[in-house]
């Protein structure tokens, strides 16, 4: 007879899986990846695209052994600047609960991202359902030339300006330039994507969310030949301390996710150290890039204290302090979620 306390079932205990993303003790097999990864409409219905259009193959596999514990709260509360809650692994996790589940962990609010017409609607409809929540729009780089080889993109762009309208959208994204899914062909129809949500940007005063892989110079060199909005993020910073500080000239942020934490990323971390902290911003990009030590598991939003610890620690800075700057930062992007 085992004589030992039950384990605590809180909830939001730190170092427990919160309970609504935990899987159900009997069961078994989970079933297709491939249903479990489809978004969510914005009623909890799947339906919808990935993250990255055609080129998620790595999205696209069951990550394995759950969702993470959840983190020591942070001490001052931070906001997850680009996250996807449509996008569905494992449990199916209500808006609500993904929501309290960050708060518990000390992440107030979040960014919610589009990447195409279906989650770029999601986005607009979930904005208006809770406070916690802001919104962002667009057509991910990866898509771009399907729909031009569909004939569809310049209905797709002038339906993203439409949406971008709403007064809880706050930035076009996630657009920008990809090219290591997209090859030479494409790359025209990335381009011009891009630069047609730099111009909507500008004209509607809302920021921009740049998707930028392997593609740096010429990221730069668009925002420079276009005009940049007065407000850019690169979401999920893959730069080199060169690129930081190009950002730093620029007053363009620097949105840092759990690729900071991994053991390969040294330049990540010699760009942080040389990043305006006045310009630094922390994501999750879930449910993709969990941080050390949770690495190829899923993520979400209440996962963000992780990657800021460890932003910390790299900085050698208080935790405090930088949770009240990358709020102050985030706060001059996107403005108030009240």
Known sequence: MCNSAAPDRHPYAAGQTPQAYREPENAGDPGDPEAMLAPAGPQGTAGGTD?????????RRRRKGGYPPLPEPLPVPVVDNHTHL????????????????????????????GTDLAS????????????????????????????????????????????????????????????????DGGRGSQLMSFRRHIDIAK????????????????VVATLLADGAPERVVLHCFSGDAGLARICNEQGWYMSFAGTVTF????????????????LVLTETDAPFLTPHPYRGRPNA???????????????????????????????????SWD
């Open 51 to 59: 993250a990255a259009g055609a080129g998620t193959d790595s999205a």
């Open 86 to 113: 449509d996008f569905r692994e494992g449990p199916a996790v209500s808006i609500g609960d993904a929501l309290d589940a960050a708060e518990a962990a000390g992440v107030r609010g979040v960014v919610q991202v």
């Open 120 to 183: 770029s609607r999601f986005t607009a409809a979930v904005v208006e359902q809770d406070p916690r929540i802001l919104g962002a729009v667009a057509l991910h780089p990866n898509d771009a030339p399907l729909l031009a080889e569909a004939g569809t993109l310049e209905d797709a762009l002038a339906e993203i300006e439409q949406l971008a309208a709403g007064p809880r959208i706050r930035a076009l994204g996630e657009t920008g330039l990809d090219y290591f899914r997209t090859g």
């Open 203 to 218: 004209r509607l005063g809302k920021a921009l969310q740049i998707h930028d892989r392997d593609a740096h110079d010429d």
């Open 263 to 278: 053991r390969n990323a040294g330049n990540l971390r010699e760009a942080l150290l040389v990043a305006d902290p006045a």
């Open 301 to 335: 939003a209440y996962m963000v204290p992780y990657t800021v610890r460890a932003m910390a620690d790299i900085l050698g800075t208080d935790l405090d302090s930088l949770c009240a700057q990358v709020t102050s930062n985030t706060e001059a992007v996107y403005g």
